[in-house]
């Protein structure tokens, strides 16, 4: 079956520093979707990119999907400690399935 | 707060009980999801309902199973618990059962079984 896979699974960064995390899909994707999860919290939806190439930004974070719908990045600018927890990414299946979810990208921030 | 609600918050079991997590999804989706999260691990999806049927399955044990009512809420029933069982399980919730749709996930319900 379709595959979400994410590098890397640990980074940490100095408080000030960008981060980035990839995400590759075995398969093409009709779209991609971000989730946030705080540390002792719930994944939270951050955004959904539908179209090859696209590019979303909401304040420090950028979006991307890739020209061919098989990748994804999310880059943040500057981290705070506010940006701590693990960032994954979702696909669906194919069809009318759930998505699929990478293992995630836990993001530490050292002040 | 995402609107949907999970039911207990925190459970403590033995090896070889069986217990009952409750997800209410958010008013107007139709769609649950569960999920089960092992320490340092990704969201493993478990099992989909949609309208109260089943719709799709993931990884989930013979051991564990689900159900959505007529009034949209899901359990998930977990029996025979192991001590590998240990994990948070996530309930989230779509309005339509597709690929498209974001979902919304509860706050989850942390299970340790002894």
Known sequence: ???????????????????????????????????????????????????????????????????????????????????VGTYFCAGPQGGNTPLVFGKGTRLSVIA | DSGVTQTPKHLITATGQRVTLRCSPRSGDLSVYWYQQSLDQGLQFLIQYYNGEERAKGNILERFSAQQFPDLHSELNLSSLELGDSALYFCASSVTPGGQETQYFGPGTRLLVL
């Open chain 1, 1 to 83: 079956g379709q595959q979400v896979m994410q590098i890397p699974q640990y980074q940490h960064v100095q408080e000030g520093e960008d981060f980035t995390t990839y995400c590759n899909s075995s398969t093409t994707l009709s779209n991609i979707q971000w989730y946030k999860q705080r540390p002792g919290g719930h994944p939270v939806f951050l955004i959904q990119l539908v179209k090859s190439g696209e590019v979303k930004k909401q304040k420090r974070l950028t979006f991307q999907f890739g020209e061919a719908k098989k990748n994804s990045s999310l880059h943040i600018t500057a981290t705070q400690t506010t940006d």
